[in-house]
């Protein structure tokens, strides 16, 4: 691996309305050992597992880390999959129901289907 890593990233203050930042960063990895390299990849991987924890509003007991599937993470999210489709979905309720709604559900099975998520928690 190089040495020396240029990378460029924004940064939000003050919350997802705030006006991303963006920074020019020249990362020097002269003297880090391979060791360490994987403890700071494993830190990288262990923030993006709770992020997603807490996105999804389910912490698990166990969990198991296909790395390589991280890594096929695009730029601004993850990978729309039939799964991810329907963790986003559930997300909220307003989201649940529009995406009911979307798929043709009638306002009555809406109702239901959303009165058993409720009481699914």
């Not at 691996?1 to 240029?6: G, L, P």
Request: no cysteine; proline share 3%.
């Amino acid at each position: 691996m190089d040495q020396i890593v240029k990378r460029n990233f924004k940064t939000r203050i003050g919350g997802k309305n705030s006006v991303p930042v963006k920074t020019a960063a020249t990362f020097d990895f002269e003297g880090v050992t391979d060791e360490q390299r994987i403890e700071l990849e494993m830190r990288s991987i262990v923030i993006m597992r709770q992020a997603d924890y807490r996105k999804n509003e389910h912490v698990p007991a166990e969990d198991t880390v296909k790395v390589a599937e991280l890594l096929k993470r695009q730029p601004g999210g993850f990978k729309l999959t039939p799964e991810s489709a329907v963790k986003f979905a559930m997300k909220d309720e307003q989201n649940y129901r529009a995406t009911l709604a979307g798929l043709g559900v009638s306002k009555g099975e809406i109702e239901k289907l959303v009165k058993a998520k409720i009481n699914a928690r």
